[in-house]
């Protein structure tokens, strides 16, 4: 079951995104050594970035696609593309996708066990 508290979604942030990417190579690199090539595309696209000027000697090539150079803190557009996009199918379908998100965020932030670990299986 996924730990949803606090405590545990504190490590969820770029830094520890990069550690995780540096032991995994690390570790994999003990029995299985590179070379490596870290990809990534928009957010995942700046962490390629990130980690190669962080982590230079980790990875012999990084590959970043439209990777994220101006992040905005707060960013409250990020949902606009897919908005209009599947508003072109009509007015419900945004609705609908806006229905999930909050009762998938409802769940998480005030179900129970059983309803967290239940969106957490269907995600995965």
């Not at 190579?25 to 090539?37: A, F, L, R, Y």
């Not at 696209?45 to 990875?59: D, E």
């Amino acid at each position: 079951m996924p730990d949803f508290t606090v405590e545990s979604l504190k490590w969820l942030n770029t830094s520890q995104a990069l550690a995780d990417v540096a032991h995994f190579i690390e570790e994999t690199n003990k029995t299985n050594p590179g070379p490596w090539i870290v990809v990534g595309g928009s957010y995942p696209g700046a962490l390629v970035g990130w980690f190669k000027n962080v982590y230079p000697k980790h990875a012999d090539v990084a590959w970043s696609s439209s990777g994220v150079i101006n992040p905005i803190e707060n960013f409250k557009m990020f949902d606009t593309d897919i908005f209009l996009s599947t508003n072109k199918s009509g007015a419900k379908c945004p609705k609908t996708i806006a229905l999930l998100t909050a009762d998938i965020e409802r769940k998480l932030m005030f179900g129970n066990s059983i309803e967290k670990l239940a969106v957490y299986n269907e995600i995965t």
